[in-house]
């Protein structure tokens, strides 16, 4: 089993859609939990750490289920600009160590 | 806004010469890594270094890598030998806190 498993997608939404990705992870002994963007070719870029509590920046709503090892990230009212491919990333330590591992990412590209 | 800078963006080297890629990572951040991004695959895990030393590897990072921080600044990664299949994106990524932060990466191209 994958340590962080995504569905590649494509995922193809018109502007303004709501769409969600989902990511499941293996370890249960998982400490921290981020959703990063990639654009074509270039680094990933953090766009925001989820905590069991849920939480929201701006048009973003990410997920954390830890009984059930399961993230998600929601995108609310897409923007052409949003086209990128979304990286669930699991750190398996808390604080400041520990690698990350990354899942294959999730594409999504937004159509006018 | 505080980056990590790496060079060079883009280096062509032949098989089995040595490279040399760096990192300057964001300042008063402990904890460095590498990792790297065969095309159309996933990012990988490569090594992590805190204090001056290595913490962690992969299996990918093998006798042919080292990873050194020679004067207190830039953080290095030396491939001694390289190899077609070591073709891919290097990335840097350096952490003050939980959050990793990523340099724009190297492209490595083995001919």
């Known amino acids: 089993r994958k340590e962080v498993e995504q569905d590649p997608g494509p995922f193809n939404v018109p502007e303004g859609a709501t769409v969600a990705f989902n990511c499941t992870y293996s370890?249960?002994?998982?400490?921290?939990f981020f959703w990063y963007r990639q654009d074509c070719r270039k680094e990933p870029k953090l766009l925001m750490s989820v905590y069991s509590s849920g939480n929201e920046d701006g048009r973003f709503t990410a997920q954390l289920n830890r009984a059930s090892q399961y993230i998600s990230l929601l995108i609310r009212d897409s923007k052409l600009s949003d086209s990128a491919t979304y990286l669930c990333v699991v750190n398996m330590k808390a604080g400041n160590t520990g690698k990350l591992i990354f899942g294959q990412g999730t594409t999504l590209q937004v159509k006018p | 806004e505080p980056e990590v800078t790496q060079t060079p963006s883009h280096q062509v080297t032949q098989m089995g010469q040595e490279v040399i890629l760096r990192c300057v990572p964001i300042s008063n951040h402990l904890y460095f890594y590498w990792y790297r991004q065969i095309l159309g695959q996933k990012v990988e895990f490569l090594v992590s270094?805190?204090?001056?030393?290595?913490?962690?590897k992969s299996e990918i990072f093998d006798d042919q890598f080292s990873v050194e921080r020679p004067d207190g600044s830039n953080f290095t990664l030396k491939i001694r030998s390289t190899k077609l299949e070591d073709s891919a994106m290097y990335f840097c990524a350096t952490k003050g806190g939980i959050e990793a932060f990523f340099g724009q990466g190297t492209r490595l191209t083995v001919v």
């Open positions: 370890n249960s002994a998982s400490q921290s």
């Open positions: 270094f805190y204090n001056n030393e290595i913490s962690e």
